[in-house]
């Protein structure tokens, strides 16, 4: 994958790629994996504040629930399909990037901070099974790695969860 220091990661992302495999192929339950995914991307990405899952289940199949993550509390610990930036990424099956979160009227608030917000769906055979979430305190920082790297983890994850 092509990369510049401007990325301003602390490991190359191929390598938080071959980590990120390691944790997932390796021991523990689903809920520890996917905590440790996003430990791993928050201590290599000083712009992501908060990364959590948002995960889709089998009760509830028109909601998200609130999974492992790192970062501050959030009150929105069940998020219906089409509201806010989630919901709507659940809705659309595509990833959501809003690289300033105060031009999205379609938006629930995790805190003054945040300036941006990326939303990447975990799709298993088809069915949207959960999310990846990553807030930043920072206004537009992600590019094109960050993009490539969450859609491969997801990628990675849906035969998990
Ligand atoms: N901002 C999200 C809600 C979840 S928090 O970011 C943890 C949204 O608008 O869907």
């Known amino acids: 994958m092509r990369w510049s220091r401007l990325d301003r990661w602390s490991k190359h992302p191929d390598e938080v790629l071959r980590e990120a495999s390691s944790l997932i192929g390796g021991g523990g339950t689903r809920d520890e994996k996917l905590l440790s995914i996003c430990r791993l991307l928050k201590d290599c990405v000083p712009y992501y504040d908060w990364v959590g899952f948002y995960l889709v289940l089998p009760q509830s199949q028109n909601e998200l629930q609130l999974g492992p993550y790192i970062g501050a509390p959030t009150e929105h610990v069940k998020i219906p399909f089409g509201k806010g930036i989630c919901g709507q990424a659940a809705q659309t099956k595509e990833l959501f990037l809003v690289q300033d979160v105060m ?44 993009e490539k790297v969450l859609a491969r983890i997801c990628e990675a994850v849906a035969g998990i969860i």
């Open 103 to 146: 031009e999205e009227t379609n938006y629930l608030s995790c805190g003054e901070d945040v300036r941006s917000e990326i939303v990447v769906p975990i799709i298993h055979n088809g069915v949207l099974v959960g999310e990846l979430d990553i807030d930043s305190h920072r206004s537009a920082p992600f590019g094109p790695v960050d």
